[in-house]
């Protein structure tokens, strides 16, 4: 059993930075991946980055690649997700979420999920 809260996110503007934290219970948190994910009103769950459990390997969508970061520390059970040049289409309550097995970018295949956090990007 794992579970998730985010935090770190916020009202910003047109290229400002926010960095969103999601910090896990559970003693073999390390061995899960963990995906970020946003949904804006009234659009579907999209992908946003994925980390595998080794750190080893990392995933993006085009649309954040070059602009977010993904890492993980797992010493302090916690993925960090770095927002950089943030756009107004960005805006989005960002999910992170794990799973045990091999990365995927389809939401229904995370088994745990936390409750969002805001992120807001003005023009």
């Known amino acids: 059993q794992v579970q998730l809260e985010e935090s770190g996110g916020g009202l910003v503007q047109t290229g400002d930075s926010l960095r969103l934290s999601c910090a896990a219970s559970?003693?073999?948190?390390?061995?899960?991946?963990v995906g970020w994910f946003r949904q804006a009103p009234g659009k579907e769950r999209e992908f946003v980055a994925a980390i595998s459990g080794s750190v080893t390997s990392t995933y993006y969508d085009d649309s954040v690649k070059g602009r977010f970061t993904i890492s993980r520390d797992n010493a302090k059970n916690t993925v960090y997700l770095q927002l950089n040049s943030l756009k107004p289409e960005d805006t989005a309550i960002y999910y992170c979420?794990?799973?045990?097995?091999?990365?995927?970018?389809?939401?229904?295949?995370?088994?745990?999920w936390g409750q969002g956090t805001q992120v807001t990007v003005s023009s």
């Open positions: 979420a794990a799973r045990s097995r091999t990365y995927s970018e389809y939401h229904l295949a995370y088994d745990y």
């Open positions: 559970g003693r073999t948190f390390s061995s899960y991946v």
